[in-house]
């Protein structure tokens, strides 16, 4: 857990503390840490996130000369595993909308404001405006997502038995932490989809694009100029070299069906409308590029979303039946069909701030009033609360069936990293 726990702080992104913690940087001069794949590793991003991740876990590396140096090289391999996520977030094409990095660096902001007491003092410890800071921040908060998505989309199928959750305990029970408050919570999630405006609205832009490819006009350019994937719209559209299985289906029957130097007509998936044009076919794989055209939720489908689940939590407070609410409406399709049951979790490990903060304000029973998170708009009830203590195997089993299925996810996506390492050139050049 431990490589994850550190990458996930990577990720965060904290260049600002550079400001702050610039006299404490272990003083090498700047160079290339390490080469990976058409990317390079700084040694002043080795050494700037060497210190803010010491901040973050409370260590003195003036004290702890060990500790820095076993810091430093595991800092290193996990900007090399950032580049390398990266570098496959953009061949698979994920995205994050712009409206959740917004939505990010706000929550971001607000966390920063909270812990250091005021905006004032925000911008002092980081040297700049809100709008500087956020501009500094803005690709690595999104990065962070890009690599977030990548591996929920990975690993989120990934199950476990019973016995596994048995092993686990008995393998691990001395050593787990004593257990903190846990809650037992329920959701309805209502997202923000795009409505038939912003639909029409899609259409007619790639509508216009596929008239200028049909009078001539050079594909590549176009896809420059339009193309909303970040993955490849700056390549003109070129997704390199695929086989079958790499792409989303529709995108995949529309591509294979090509001869060299065709185009589609306008094909939909769920990431938007595509036109793509094949450049060549060797063997099973081929070689595209392709224009999209994202279709973005309009402000009034929002406030639609927004006065629906008003609506629903108003039900849900008058009485109504909250497991009957979330079957039928909600979003979340991995608990929709359970009554929006999350399970239980230990207050202080829920990865959504928002979830933690209001589920600590709930009495057994309430339900929340709605609020606003990247995945859309929420009400919560508390089920249950559990004050700490020692694991008990069949009180706590959904926590410890959640920490082992966790252990397992964690192993894979090593073993799948080190997958990916294989086909990356990567070239150490910094001595530990």
């Known amino acids: 857990m431990k490589i994850k726990f550190i990458l996930a702080v990577l990720l965060i992104g904290l260049a600002g503390f550079a ?78 909308d712009d409206s959740q990095v917004n939505q990010a660096l706000d929550n971001q902001i607000k966390q920063w404001i909270q812990q250091m007491g005021s905006k004032e003092k925000v911008q002092k410890y980081f040297g700049g405006s809100i709008d500087k800071i956020k501009r500094q921040f803005r690709e690595d908060v999104k990065n962070r997502m890009l690599v977030d998505k990548l591996q929920q989309e990975k690993f989120q199928k990934i199950r476990i038995s019973r016995s596994e959750v048995e092993q686990f305990y008995n393998t691990m029970k001395d050593s787990l932490p004593k257990r903190g408050t846990s809650v037992n919570l329920s959701h309805l999630l209502l997202m923000v989809k795009p409505g038939k405006d912003a639909k029409e609205e899609a259409y007619k832009k790639i509508s216009e694009i596929e008239k200028e490819l049909k009078a001539g006009a050079d594909f590549a350019a176009l896809a420059k100029k339009y193309s909303q994937d970040p993955g490849s719209a700056a390549k003109g559209g070129d997704l390199g070299y695929v086989t079958r299985g790499d792409l989303v289906k529709p995108f995949e029957e529309a591509a294979f069906k090509l001869k060299p130097g065709q185009m589609s007509g306008i094909v939909e998936t769920k990431y938007g409308y595509h036109i793509i044009k094949m450049i060549d076919r060797k063997g099973d794989k081929i070689r595209v590029r392709h224009i999209l055209i994202r279709v973005i939720p309009t402000q009034q489908d929002e406030l639609k979303v927004v006065k629906e689940i008003k609506v629903l939590y108003r039900r849900a407070k008058a009485g109504a039946n909250f497991a009957e609410l979330a079957k039928k409406y909600s979003d979340d399709k991995t608990t929709r069909d359970k009554g929006g049951e999350l399970g239980w979790f230990e207050l202080s490990q829920l990865k959504i701030k928002e979830f933690r903060n209001i589920a600590d304000t709930l ?7 709605p609020f606003k998170t990247r995945f859309g708009y929420h009400i919560m009830k508390l089920n249950d609360k559990r004050e700490g203590g020692k694991w008990n195997l069949q009180k706590d089993w959904e926590q410890l069936e959640q920490m082992a299925l966790a252990r397992k996810r964690n192993a894979e996506f090593k073993k799948w990293v080190q997958g990916l390492k294989k086909d990356v050139y990567i070239n150490i050049k910094m001595a530990e």
């Open 363 to 369: 009495k057994i029973g309430e339900v929340s009033e």
């Open 19 to 96: 400001a702050k913690a610039a006299a404490q940087k272990p003083q090498i001069i700047d160079g290339i840490a390490a080469i990976v794949g058409n990317e390079i590793v700084l040694r002043s991003e080795v050494n700037q996130y060497t210190v803010n991740t010491a901040l973050q876990m409370g260590i003195d590396l003036q004290k702890n000369p060990e500790k820095l140096k076993k810091l430093r090289k595991q800092v290193l391999e996990n900007l090399i595993v950032q580049k390398i996520l990266l570098q496959k977030a953009r061949e698979d094409s994920i995205e994050v």
